[in-house]
């Protein structure tokens, strides 16, 4: 738990004023444009923890991505929780002791490997929505009391695409992955996480130890229509 408070300090302090992200040298090589960086997202599954990153440049990086994320009615709904070293560990432990309660004895086994798969990583990133915002935006708001749940779900899917986004662009993998609801309790125990937030996804990520996959694209009539 002195790691994780750690990295809380890390996640709670503006320390952005004394530490910048390192910008690519445009005279070198040739500057991406931001649908480059976009492309260079996907699922990676075969993960490492061969990264030459500290673990204070990977939080700022996560922490100013979630910043820079829209919000209905700037809400600033997200809440994030980074694990790293023994926690993140702890994490994954705790996803096979719930997925070995909730699943056939048969199916356990390929169930115990892909978590295993995700342990392999050098962290995880757990995306939360504080419900407790939400309420308040509610009783503020009436007339859109049923939208603000909604709303809620968009700021959270795209503080997870924008993390997901930047961790692809420093050069690491990284996959998304859903075993909440059935984790919620056990991990808020571990970590004292607040009964207000609510677990929406886990992106696990570290080096890629494996050959990055194809993008599969579909076809565009399929996926667009343009009008004049």
């Excluded at 260079?40 to 700022?60: C, F, N, P, T």
């Amino acid at each position: 738990m002195a790691l994780l408070d750690k990295i809380g300090h890390v996640l709670t302090a503006d320390i952005t004023k004394e530490f910048k992200l390192k910008k690519k040298n445009i005279d070198q090589e040739v500057e991406a444009s931001f649908v480059d960086q976009l492309k260079k997202r996907r699922s990676i599954y075969e993960l490492g923890k061969k990264v030459h990153y500290s673990q204070a440049y990977l939080a700022e990086l996560i922490q100013e991505s979630v910043r820079s994320c829209p919000s209905a009615y700037n809400s600033q709904s997200t809440r994030i929780v980074v694990l790293f070293g023994e926690s993140h560990q702890k994490f994954w432990d705790i996803v096979k002791d719930v997925q070995r309660k909730n699943v056939a004895s048969y199916i356990f086994e390929g169930v115990a490997l892909k978590i295993d798969q995700c342990a392999a990583g050098l962290g995880t990133v757990l995306f939360y929505e504080d419900q407790a915002v939400i309420q308040q935006l509610q009783k503020k708001v009436p007339l859109s009391a049923e939208d603000f749940p909604v709303w809620s779900e968009q700021t959270s899917g795209m503080a997870q695409f924008a993390v997901w986004t930047s961790i692809a662009d420093a050069g690491l993998g990284a996959c998304l992955q859903h075993y909440n609801p059935h984790i919620d309790y056990a991990v808020a125990e571990h970590f004292g996480i607040s009964k207000q937030w609510l677990l929406r996804a886990q992106l696990v990520f570290g080096s890629i130890e494996g050959q990055t996959p194809e993008r599969l694209e579909s076809e565009d009539q399929d996926q667009f229509r343009i009008y004049e």
